[in-house]
Nanobody, 122 residues
Framework: QVQLVESGGGLVQAGGSLRLSCVASGRTASNYAMNWFRQAPGKEREFVAG????????YYADSVKGRFTISRDNAKNTVYLQMNSLKPEETAVYYC???????????????WGKGTLVTVSS
């Protein structure tokens, strides 16, 4: 079992930055690829960014490339999402998820956190 707890959400103005964190617990947490998804009100959950178990590979949704950066520190069992140049339409609940392989579909994730709300004001 892997438990995931997100933090770092909040209110930010358009063009601003936030850094999200996701702490994983469970003895095999560092073996998983880690991902960030988001879900805006009335919309489906969408993939944002992912990182391989060892951090060697990262992958992003086209909409966030060049603005968001995913990283991980396995010694701290923590994954980060640095978000820059935020837009109002990126207001959503951001979720951390773990998968055994590098995948981008929500159905491929084995474990989910409860999410952290990011609100971007215009």
């Amino acid at each position: 079992q892997v438990q995931l707890v997100e933090s770092g959400g909040g209110l930010v103005q358009a063009g601003g930055s936030l850094r999200l964190s996701c702490v994983a617990s469970g003895r095999t947490a560092s073996n998983y690829a880690m991902n960030w998804f988001r879900q805006a009100p009335g919309k489906e959950r969408e993939f944002v960014a992912g990182i391989s178990w060892n951090g060697a590979s990262t992958y992003y949704a086209d909409s966030v490339k060049g603005r968001f950066t995913i990283s991980r520190d396995n010694a701290k069992n923590t994954v980060y999402l640095q978000m820059n140049s935020l837009k109002p339409e990126e207001t959503a609940v951001y979720y951390c998820a773990a998968s055994p392989f590098e995948r981008v579909r929500p159905s491929s994730m084995n474990y989910w956190g409860k999410g952290t709300l990011v609100t971007v004001s215009s």
